[in-house]
């Protein structure tokens, strides 16, 4: 005899999708669906037990109500290669008016009351991951498009790996540098200033010795010309006396 169509409504009807990356826990939500108007039990099953932690794994839906159950993908290491085999099945049975123990409902039930679905399990990459793929196998492009590509990517990677330390450290030897031009200008017009105060005391010191000589000159030459005229005085008396005695 044949088993009767699920009762319950599956969201996804047909497939787990899981998306990686898989070096963590990966969790798909299955929703299931109770339309009738009878409480529905329900049991989750997997091919592959030890690789997913399924939350609920088994319960009562109420009638006209809905549960979420989580299914966590185990990590493991991903190949693409490799195609998924895993497979899940939800199975339901509506429940007794007079049920207490669940177990043993499970166990009593009959095979024409149980009812069935089946779900494959895929495994994606996630969406960045697929372009980088895409980006890489598309080999025709223009020079300019690929220098275009550079500038625009090359600012970004520069940016991304300066981290908040090497910033500061950046700023700190653009701060001892201006420092430092400004200690240099400061110094160089200091030297200016001392330049011009020695030019003007070389200059003031020569002044002096110039003027006095100049006065010395005079002297001498003024003394010169006294015993000049003194000489010839002198001469000119002793010829009038010569000449006096002469007659």
Not at 25 to 48: G, H, Q, S
Not at 128 to 134: D, S
Request: charged share 30%; net charge neutral; glycine share 4%.
């Amino acid at each position: 005899m044949a088993r009767p169509e699920q009762v319950l409504l599956l969201e996804p009807q047909h497939e787990l999708k899981f998306r990686g990356p898989f070096t963590d826990v990966v969790t798909a939500t299955l929703k299931l669906t109770n339309p009738t108007d009878r409480n529905v039990c329900f049991k989750v099953k997997t091919t592959a037990p030890r690789r997913y932690c399924v939350r609920p794994n088994s319960g009562i839906i109420d009638a006209g109500t809905f549960i979420n159950v989580s299914v966590m993908l185990q990590p493991f290491d991903y190949d693409p290669n490799e195609k998924s085999k895993h497979k899940f099945m939800v199975q339901s049975m509506l429940a007794p008016y007079d049920m207490t123990d669940m177990e043993g409902v499970w166990k009593e039930a009959k095979p024409e009351e149980l009812m069935d679905s089946k779900l494959r399990c895929t495994f994606e990459m996630p969406l960045e991951n697929g372009e980088t793929h895409e980006s890489e196998s598309i080999k025709p492009v223009s020079s300019s498009a690929s220098v275009k590509t550079e500038h625009s990517v090359l600012p970004k990677s520069a940016s991304a790996s300066l981290d908040d330390g090497e910033v500061k450290k950046i700023m700190e030897e653009c701060k001892r540098l201006q420092m430092e031009v400004q200690r240099l200008r400061e110094e160089n017009k200091q030297i200016r200033e001392d330049d011009g105060l020695r030019k003007r005391k070389v200059t003031s010191l020569t002044t002096p010795h110039s003027s006095s000589a100049m006065a010395t000159t005079a002297v001498r030459d003024e003394g010169l010309s006294t015993r000049v005229l003194a000489f010839c005085v002198l001469f000119f008396v002793i010829g009038v006396i010569i000449g006096k005695l002469a007659l």
